[in-house]
């Protein structure tokens, strides 16, 4: 069974930063690309990030490039979120996502989600 659970989420102040993490199991981590997504209050989901199977290409959301950073560890069957410079806009239920293999192939499995709140 797919199991993906997220950690790290919080309250943070505007400027501040988090890190997400994703503990993956019940799949090969090592061959799917994975992505993170979220979802604002009374919005719908927005496509965040995503990783390649092997960690060597990104891509990212125009609204956080720059800002955030997705990396993953192979061998801890983990992927990471690293926001900095958060923004009140940033506020949002954080997802992680398996991709249905490679990083063009939708996502077919998520987590439960973190919620991130960033607020003075």
């Known amino acids: 069974e797919v199991q993906l659970v997220e950690s790290g989420g919080g309250l943070v102040q505007p400027g501040g930063s988090l890190r997400l993490s994703c503990a993956a199991s019940g799949f090969t981590f090592s061959t799917d690309a994975m992505t993170w997504v979220r979802q604002a209050p009374g919005k719908g989901l927005e496509w965040v990030s995503t990783i390649n199977s092997d960690g060597t290409s990104t891509t990212y959301a125009g609204s956080v490039k720059g800002r955030f950073t997705i990396s993953r560890d192979n061998a801890k069957n983990t992927l990471y979120l690293q926001m900095n410079s958060l923004e009140p806009e940033d506020t949002a239920v954080y997802y992680c996502?398996?991709?249905?293999?490679?990083?063009?192939?939708?996502?077919?499995?998520w987590g439960q989600g973190t919620q991130v709140t960033v607020s003075s």
């Open positions: 996502a398996k991709n249905k293999g490679s990083a063009t192939m939708p996502c077919d499995y």
